[in-house]
């Protein structure tokens, strides 16, 4: 479909594969808050674009320079950086219209608009791109404070995972004391999952990775193992995991799966 190599980069980065996280964190908040599923189908594939647009992004030459993203060459190594940039553009575009479309009906109306502010503030200049630009700056930085590290990565992650979680409780109907647990589940896997990965790029392979490993370490990257070492780091991993576990009991159905979820987080190895 017109324009083909466009759409042939944008299927190549999105179909790659992935562990699609935060469509699932979407799915599951849903769940415990009692969506019927299909309800929260595209809003949750959205939010995967939006976050693939941001790996095509991050993996460009003036930002990442990273030539393996989900065990295939990155977009702009494989269609060239101009057809990346705007793969990344489209996908943005593509997942935002997504968010604004579905689900459809009158009644979602007030809903999608609080959806939009949600994900729009999260992957901001206050957000996600926020921590990304605060992350380029700490590259100067010889001892980045501890503050500054759980900033950058509270912003460049952490704020899409939980706005993940938010669309699904939001596009529910969740009262406002799910949406508050969710909130505290969502920051301690947040923070988790960036401990984790930073632990990964120091323990893993890029083979099993699907991505380059040891780069942060190389680069001299304001890292939870360069600032608390990996012991300290492991040990940060757990306590969050755990605070997420007991956030996630006190919400209906027990969290459903949003627990074993936040254990696949500590656990994982790619
Ligand atoms: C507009 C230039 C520009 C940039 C957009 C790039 C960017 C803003 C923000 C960076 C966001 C980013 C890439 C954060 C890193 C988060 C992270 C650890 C991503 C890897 O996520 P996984 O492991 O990846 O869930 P998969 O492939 O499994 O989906």
Known sequence: MWPEKLHRA?????FAGGKRLRPILCLAAGETAG???GRLLAPACALEMIH???????DLPALDNDDLRRGVPTCHVQFGEATAILAGDALLTHGLGTLARFPEGGEFAAAKIRVLETVVEAIGTRGMIGGQAADLGAEDEHDPSEALVLSIHENKTGRLIRASLAVGAILSGAPRDVL??????????????QIKDDLLDVEADAAT??????KDA???KATFPAVWGVERSRAMLSEQIEQAIESARGLPARGGRLPELARYVEERNK
């Open 35 to 37: 969506a019927p599923p």
């Open 218 to 220: 190389a680069a001299g």
């Open 180 to 193: 508050r647990s969710l909130e505290t589940y969502g920051r301690a896997v947040g923070l988790a999952f």
């Open 10 to 14: 944008i299927r190549h980065s999105v």
């Open 52 to 58: 693939t647009y941001s790996l095509i992004h991050d």
């Open 209 to 214: 990775l699907g991505k380059s490993a040891g």
